[in-house]
T-cell receptor, first 115, second 111 residues
Framework: DTGVSQNPRHKITKRGQNVTFRCDPISEHNRLYWYRQTLGQGPEFLTYFQNEAQLEKSRLLSDRFSAERPKGSFSTLEIQRTEQGDSAMYLC?????????????FGPGTRLLVL | DAKTTQPPSMDCAEGRAANLPCNHSTISGNEYVYWYRQIHSQGPQYIIHGLKNNETNEMASLIITEDRKSSTLILPHATLRDTAVYYCIVRVHQGAQKLVFGQGTRLTINP
């Protein structure tokens, strides 16, 4: 299966610690998106990359959050000084921009619990 | 804010067709209707999308009204594995555009 993969699948951390998540998109997909989903809600957009360039960031992405996609392939999302409110599922999606279609495909997510 | 309205929950008997409605009365001419579903604790799964014609794939059928203000996702023979939250999303088809998810419809398939 060459779908979107995310690691780790689960992360438990203590408040104040830093965490980093990784997303590997579908091969050759040039766009990569990060979303966050809290319990009972639909996913909310955080940021997206086209190749290695980060082109849009949501206001939800505070300065404690940083995302990178250094070589236009995998991406990392780091949260510094985690807070209990950061507990959520972090979802990654990728897409291939073509003339006639662009469908986002999601990974399984990383579930973060901040104690 | 999401541009769609969906019932919060629905039930369907296993083996029957599940018909999930979605209202998108403010849809623009260049916006497509997308459907995703999310099975518990998994990432959203793409199902189908359409502009104005009815669409069918191996997972489902999408019926869009002539005025495009509403649509229905049809799962022809629902199974227990179809129990999930179903999201209806409108967006332009081209270009990088974030998906704006609403609350979706929680579909429960009963044995």
């Amino acid at each position: 299966d060459t779908g979107v993969s995310q690691n780790p699948r689960h992360k438990i951390t203590k408040r104040g610690q830093n965490v980093t998540f990784r997303c590997d998109p579908i091969s050759e997909h040039n766009r990569l998106y990060w979303y966050r989903q809290t319990l009972g809600q639909g996913p909310e957009f955080l940021t997206y990359f086209q190749n290695e360039a980060q082109l849009e960031k949501s206001r939800l992405l505070s300065d404690r959050f940083s995302a990178e996609r250094p070589k236009g392939s995998f991406s990392t999302l780091e949260i510094q000084r985690t807070e209990q409110g950061d507990s959520a599922m972090y979802l990654c999606a990728s897409s291939l921009s073509l003339l006639l279609q662009e469908t986002q495909y999601f990974g399984p997510g990383t579930r973060l619990l901040v104690l | 804010d999401a541009k769609t309205t969906q019932p919060p929950s629905m039930d369907c008997a296993e083996g029957r067709a599940a018909n999930l409605p979605c209202n998108h009365s403010t849809i623009s001419g260049n916006e497509y209707v997308y459907w995703y579903r999310q099975i518990h604790s998994q990432g959203p799964q793409y199902i189908i999308h359409g502009l104005k014609n009815n669409e069918t794939n191996e997972m489902a059928s999408l019926i869009i009204t002539e005025d495009r203000k509403s649509s229905t996702l049809i799962l022809p023979h629902a199974t227990l594995r179809d129990t999930a939250v179903y999201y209806c999303i409108v967006r332009v088809h081209q270009g990088a555009q974030k998906l704006v998810f609403g609350q979706g419809t929680r579909l429960t398939i009963n044995p």
